[in-house]
């Protein structure tokens, strides 16, 4: 159920992003998701893609600082409310989410999110309790 | 004016003689009373009797900041505690300050020092002398505070700090002196202008700057803002304290180390080697009134030039060159002494493991800046924006609370501190001084 994502630690300067995606695109690596998260020096960006062991030597090797994390993807649906529905169980369930970002296409007729949650596996038993989809992770990656 | 007349302008043969006989003195004495000198002089093979000539002195082994403490806290105190009345610390060192004591005579003996140096500089009785050193363990503040009771002049206490209420005390007050550090001495100066007070307004006449290493166009900044005549103090709180050397307002060229009470060498410090007078080296100090903490052939690891030849203002004491630099990587911010060494051991607690960093001091608005730039590896990195944060603030943190300095500390990528021939590149200094 979880997904494996990985994190690049950026200086923020201009054309690091594009250096990411430069190297990415070399190593034949296609992106899936990403979020970028920052403050006025620094950033993290955070990456869903096809194949993590290639993406992470491929950045690796140009000295970049990677990060692996396991996220959660779920499904959404995609008119008003749907979000919410998903948050508001969290809520409930007393579940902190530490950030969130959105797929890049949709899954048939749903959006599809990432979830980082301090707790992944109680995070993932009460989104599937109260019918919410899960998506495994295999199926992201090619997704 | 000079304070004392007959020491100040004593024939150098005559001081000579007095330097040897307190030299004799003080070397008996320490080895009598410290066992940190005895076994040292025992292991090169001297005993104090065999120092017959002021040249002699070459024979005796240095001493160095690692033996003081390696003799924390008190092991280099040459008088029993009872008649210890003071005690200063000198500012960090890797979690080890070095201490040091005074007697009543000795504390007689820095006030004189400090009168000399204060009346060198320009103040003398009458005048109101507006003292911005911090008072504390730093040697500063009280050493300029005894030394202007001593001279018979007015102290406001005024210590670092309150930037504002400094300038309406000057504005009010009417001070004629100014003892500070030099970058202190600027940020006071803006300030002033911010609040619409012109130093040419004030009383001002003569400042007396040091603690920190300055040049030759600050003196001309500070001279030209503050419409003063600015002198350069010398001292280490390890020798004693400020007024150890001090320039005289009348050359302002090189400062009178008081040599009836301190014997200065240079060397050089890769050989130990004494070097000629104009050679440029390391100052080496050996105190020969001190009581409570003697030092013998003190390596300062300040690097200066002495000078012998007579001066305009009458003093026949040797002048030391403005200190230009340090033998070693200590750094000055702020007045408070800095070892990368020491932001290293911070890192070290991070994680067991220090990652590349680099110091960067600058100097904005006047204050000298400290950045210490890490690079992010895999241990530190996380992937929530918060830990970062929350890791940057921790290393500034402890930075501060060991070293009492604020550092902005600023995460960069991996490889991008500069490496010469593979070592990291430690420390960048952008002041211009």
Same mark, same amino acid.
């Given at each position: 159920? &979880? +997904?494996?994502?990985?994190?690049?630690?950026?200086? !923020?300067?201009?054309?690091?992003?594009?250096?990411?995606?430069?190297?990415?695109?070399?190593?034949?690596?296609?992106?899936?998701?990403?979020?970028?998260?920052?403050?006025?020096?620094?950033?993290?960006?955070?990456?869903?893609?096809? !194949?993590?062991?290639?993406?992470?030597?491929?950045?690796?090797? @140009?000295?970049?600082?990677?990060?692996?994390?396991?996220? +959660?993807?779920?499904?959404?649906?995609?008119?008003?409310?749907?979000? @919410?529905?998903?948050?508001?169980?969290?809520?409930?369930? !007393?579940? !902190?989410?530490?950030?969130?970002?959105?797929?890049?296409?949709?899954?048939?007729?749903?959006?599809?999110?990432?979830?980082?949650?301090?707790?992944?596996?109680?995070?993932? &038993?009460?989104?599937?309790?109260?019918?919410? +989809?899960?998506?495994?992770?295999?199926?992201?990656?090619?997704? | 004016? *000079?304070?004392?007349?007959?020491?100040?302008?004593?024939?150098?043969?005559?001081?000579?003689?007095?330097?040897?006989?307190?030299?004799?003195?003080?070397? #008996?004495?320490?080895?009598?009373?410290?066992?940190?000198?005895?076994?040292?002089?025992?292991?090169?093979?001297?005993?104090?009797?065999?120092?017959?000539?002021?040249? %002699?002195?070459?024979?005796?082994?240095?001493?160095?900041?690692?033996?003081?403490?390696?003799?924390?806290?008190?092991?280099?105190?040459?008088?029993?505690?009872?008649?210890?009345?003071?005690?200063?610390?000198?500012?960090?060192?890797?979690?080890?300050?070095?201490?040091?004591?005074?007697?009543?005579?000795?504390?007689?003996?820095?006030?004189?020092?400090?009168?000399?140096?204060?009346?060198?500089?320009?103040?003398?009785?009458?005048? *109101?002398?507006?003292?911005?050193?911090?008072?504390?363990?730093?040697?500063?503040?009280?050493?300029?505070?005894?030394?202007? #009771?001593?001279?018979?002049?007015?102290?406001?206490?005024?210590?670092?700090?309150?930037?504002?209420?400094?300038?309406?005390?000057?504005?009010?007050?009417?001070?004629?002196?100014?003892?500070?550090?030099?970058?202190?001495?600027?940020?006071?100066?803006?300030?002033?202008?911010?609040?619409?007070?012109?130093?040419?307004?004030?009383?001002?006449?003569?400042?007396?700057?040091?603690?920190?290493?300055?040049?030759?166009?600050?003196?001309?900044?500070?001279?030209?803002?503050?419409?003063?005549?600015?002198?350069?103090?010398?001292?280490?709180?390890?020798?004693?304290?400020?007024?150890?050397?001090?320039? /005289?307002?009348?050359?302002?060229?090189?400062?009178?180390?008081?040599?009836?009470?301190?014997?200065?060498?240079?060397?050089? =410090?890769?050989?130990?080697?004494?070097?000629?007078?104009?050679?440029?080296? #390391?100052?080496?100090?050996?105190?020969?009134?001190?009581?409570?903490?003697?030092?013998?052939?003190?390596?300062?690891?300040?690097?200066?030039?002495?000078?012998?030849?007579? /001066?305009? /203002?009458?003093?026949?004491?040797?002048?030391?060159?403005?200190?230009?630099?340090?033998?070693?990587?200590?750094?000055?911010?702020?007045?408070?002494?800095?070892?990368?060494?020491?932001?290293?051991?911070?890192?070290?607690?991070?994680?067991?493991?220090? =990652?590349?960093?680099?110091?960067?001091? %600058?100097?904005?608005?006047?204050?000298?800046?400290?950045?210490?730039?890490?690079?992010?590896?895999?241990?530190?990195?996380?992937?929530?924006?918060?830990?970062?944060?929350?890791?940057?603030?921790?290393?500034?943190? %402890?930075?501060? #609370?060991?070293?009492?300095?604020?550092?902005?500390?600023?995460?960069?990528?991996?490889?991008?501190?500069?490496?010469?021939?593979?070592?990291?590149?430690?420390?960048? %200094?952008?002041?211009?001084?």
């Amino acid at each position: 159920m &979880k +997904v494996e994502q990985i994190s690049v630690f950026l200086e !923020n300067k201009s054309g690091r992003i594009a250096e990411v995606t430069g190297i990415l695109a070399q190593a034949g690596v296609n992106i899936r998701a990403l979020s970028l998260a920052d403050t006025s020096d620094f950033g993290v960006l955070r990456l869903i893609v096809d !194949n993590n062991q290639r993406a992470e030597e491929a950045l690796k090797q @140009h000295n970049f600082t990677v990060g692996k994390t396991f996220v +959660v993807a779920v499904e959404v649906e995609d008119k008003p409310g749907g979000l @919410h529905k998903i948050l508001d169980i969290l809520q409930k369930e !007393n579940i !902190n989410v530490e950030y969130m970002y959105a797929f890049v296409q949709p899954n048939s007729n749903n959006a599809v999110m990432i979830f980082r949650f301090e707790k992944l596996e109680e995070a993932v &038993k009460m989104l599937q309790k109260n019918g919410v +989809v899960v998506i495994n992770g295999d199926n992201v990656y090619t997704l | 004016m *000079i304070f004392n007349i007959e020491y100040e302008t004593m024939p150098r043969e005559a001081l000579e003689a007095i330097q040897l006989r307190r030299l004799q003195a003080t070397l #008996e004495r320490v080895y009598a009373t410290v066992p940190f000198y005895q076994e040292k002089f025992e292991k090169a093979g001297i005993t104090p009797s065999e120092i017959k000539t002021l040249k %002699d002195l070459q024979k005796l082994p240095f001493t160095t900041k690692q033996d003081l403490r390696d003799n924390y806290p008190f092991g280099m105190f040459a008088v029993p505690m009872d008649n210890v009345v003071r005690i200063h610390a000198s500012s960090g060192t890797t979690g080890q300050p070095t201490v040091v004591g005074y007697t009543a005579r000795d504390i007689g003996t820095w006030s004189e020092l400090m009168a000399r140096s204060l009346a060198a500089g320009g103040a003398w009785r009458g005048d *109101i002398i507006h003292n911005a050193y911090g008072y504390g363990l730093f040697t500063g503040g009280l050493g300029v505070h005894y030394g202007a #009771e001593k001279l018979g002049a007015s102290i406001i206490p005024v210590s670092g700090g309150n930037t504002k209420r400094q300038i309406v005390i000057m504005k009010d007050f009417g001070p004629t002196i100014l003892t500070a550090t030099p970058s202190y001495t600027l940020h006071l100066a803006e300030v002033a202008e911010e609040m619409g007070v012109s130093f040419k307004d004030l009383k001002f006449k003569f400042g007396i700057f040091g603690a920190e290493p300055w040049s030759e166009n600050m003196r001309q900044e500070i001279e030209n803002k503050l419409n003063i005549t600015a002198v350069d103090i010398y001292g280490l709180s390890e020798v004693m304290g400020p007024g150890v050397a001090i320039e /005289c307002y009348q050359a302002k060229k090189g400062l009178h180390v008081f040599e009836d009470h301190f014997i200065a060498e240079i060397i050089n =410090p890769e050989t130990g080697d004494v070097l000629p007078y104009g050679e440029v080296g #390391e100052l080496v100090f050996t105190s020969i009134t001190k009581e409570a903490f003697p030092v013998i052939r003190y390596r300062t690891r300040d690097i200066s030039a002495l000078n012998p030849e007579p /001066c305009i /203002c009458g003093r026949s004491h040797v002048r030391m060159k403005r200190v230009s630099g340090r033998t070693d990587d200590m750094l000055i911010i702020r007045g408070v002494n800095v070892f990368p060494s020491q932001i290293e051991s911070v890192l070290m607690q991070v994680d067991g493991v220090a =990652p590349h960093y680099q110091l960067v001091v %600058d100097r904005k608005d006047n204050l000298d800046t400290l950045s210490v730039l890490v690079e992010v590896d895999e241990k530190l990195f996380s992937d929530e924006v918060r830990n970062l944060q929350n890791l940057e603030k921790k290393i500034s943190k %402890d930075i501060k #609370e060991l070293l009492g300095v604020s550092a902005a500390v600023k995460l960069v990528e991996p490889k991008t501190i500069a490496r010469s021939e593979g070592k990291a590149v430690r420390v960048i %200094d952008n002041r211009r001084l």
